[in-house]
């Protein structure tokens, strides 16, 4: 039930992926193992629960694939009955479950529209079952940019980590030009595969939207990753927004630290440019990092491609500069080359 191979003997542990079916079952909200939704997925192991849904991993048994599915289960006022069915914890609650089941069918629909690009998870299918919805996504095999800077000891170096961060800026503004943001970029949802390829994954824009619609639906914010306008109810939010989330996922990555929480950098900004913390960068990747970093949005890009032509212009003057100083030719050989061509002109006339 992880990874669907046949299992030819007896005991806990798969022998093709190791995952070892646990006796207690620690999401005990999610489907059981087995369910089969529409007559064809059938439902495997729980990959990740939400605040605002319950991702599973699944298998198609009409075209014999693995696929990833995520069910709509706001975990703050639903509940599963003896039916498998999803219902409120409260009538109350039956306004709010509905407004969030039309954002996750419009974020679903949108999200469709990405299926070919390379830098997004593809959609399949979109049903309602059970009393709620299901969104059928490609399974995608890889490792989170979290786990790849855990790998490389804490931190990882400026033009890897760019190898990363410019695929998920392309994807990002492929987002933002129909008008989608992302609303929850943090190095957990940024996923990279074993072809390099990098996808952006976990859309948070519906779950920001139930919190728009009640205060009371709780949002878990990622401290140093969650702009300021995010926090609060009426906040300017747009591409910046995101612009900001993946700048603190950057600069994670090549300093080995979580920047400040941005409601603390209101008073005080004490953020630390890369440079000083030993980084070693080019000025100018360090200046559009920290201006996408800036705590107030009209401060930052405003949108990606601006982010993306500062990260990438050649770079700056003094910098240049200060290559071409440090590798150009002593003095003294200027003047030793001088009185050599003096002599060669003397000796030919």
Same mark, same amino acid.
């Given at each position: 039930?992880? $990874? ?10 798969c022998?093709? $992926? ?8 620690e ?8 369910v %089969?939704? &529409?007559q =064809?997925?059938?439902i495997?192991?729980?990959?990740g ?6 991702t599973?991993?699944a ?5 014999? @694939?693995?696929?990833?599915?995520k069910?709509?289960f706001?975990i ?8 498998k069915?999803?219902e ?28 070919r690009h390379?830098?997004?998870v593809?959609?399949?299918?979109f049903f ?6 299901y ?7 890889g490792? @989170?940019?979290m786990?790849i800077i855990?790998?490389?000891?804490g =931190? ?13 800026? !392309?994807?990002?503004?492929a987002v933002?030009?129909?008008?989608m943001?992302? =609303?929850? %970029?943090?190095?957990?949802? %940024? ?9 952006l ?8 939207a139930?919190?728009? +619609?009640n ?8 401290p ?5 306008e995010?926090?609060r109810?009426r906040g #300017?939010r ?10 603190? /996922?950057?600069?994670?990555?090549? @300093?080995?630290?979580?920047p =400040?929480?941005a409601? #603390?950098r209101l008073e005080?900004d004490?953020l630390?440019?890369?440079?000083r #913390?030993g ?11 920290m201006?996408?970093?800036?705590v ?5 890009y &405003?949108t990606?491609r601006e982010?993306?032509e ?9 910098? +240049?500069?200060g290559t071409? !100083?440090?590798?150009? /030719?002593p003095? *003294?050989? *200027?003047?030793v080359?001088?009185v050599?061509?003096l ?6 006339t």
């Amino acid at each position: 039930m992880a $990874c669907f191979q046949l299992m030819e003997g007896a005991g806990p542990t798969c022998l093709y $992926c190791g995952w070892k079916e646990k006796i207690k079952n620690e999401f005990p909200s999610a489907l059981p193992h087995g369910v %089969i939704l &529409q007559q =064809r997925y059938l439902i495997g192991r729980v990959l990740g629960q939400g605040g605002f849904g319950i991702t599973y991993a699944a298998y198609d048994l009409q075209h014999s @694939t693995r696929v990833a599915i995520k069910e709509y289960f706001p975990i703050d006022i639903a509940r599963r009955n003896p039916n498998k069915d999803v219902e409120t914890t409260s009538d109350g609650y039956q306004e709010l479950f509905q407004y969030g089941l039309q954002r996750f069918q419009d974020e679903a629909g949108s999200l469709a529209r990405f299926t070919r690009h390379p830098g997004m998870v593809a959609v399949y299918d979109f049903f309602h079952e059970h009393m709620t919805a299901y969104l059928v996504m490609q399974y995608v095999e890889g490792k @989170t940019w979290m786990k790849i800077i855990e790998e490389n000891g804490g =931190r990882m170096g400026v033009d890897s980590a760019l190898g990363i961060l410019i695929p998920a800026l !392309d994807a990002l503004q492929a987002v933002h030009e129909v008008g989608m943001l992302h =609303r929850d %970029i943090s190095p957990d949802n %940024i996923m990279v595969l074993p072809n390099r390829q990098v996808k952006l994954i976990d859309f948070g824009a519906a779950r920001y939207a139930m919190k728009q +619609q009640n205060q009371e639906f709780s949002i878990i914010f990622k401290p140093g990753f969650t702009p300021e306008e995010q926090y609060r109810t009426r906040g #300017n939010r747009g591409p910046w927004s995101d612009i900001y989330s993946i700048s603190a /996922t950057f600069y994670k990555a090549i @300093t080995g630290k979580i920047p =400040r929480d941005a409601m #603390n950098r209101l008073e005080k900004d004490t953020l630390t440019p890369p440079s000083r #913390n030993g980084v070693s960068l080019s000025p100018s990747i360090e200046h559009a990092l920290m201006k996408a970093l800036s705590v107030k949005g009209e401060n930052r890009y &405003q949108t990606v491609r601006e982010f993306k032509e500062a990260l990438l212009q050649p770079l700056d003057k003094g910098y +240049q500069q200060g290559t071409m !100083d440090n590798n150009k /030719t002593p003095a *003294w050989l *200027w003047i030793v080359g001088f009185v050599m061509v003096l002599v060669l002109i003397k000796l030919i006339t």
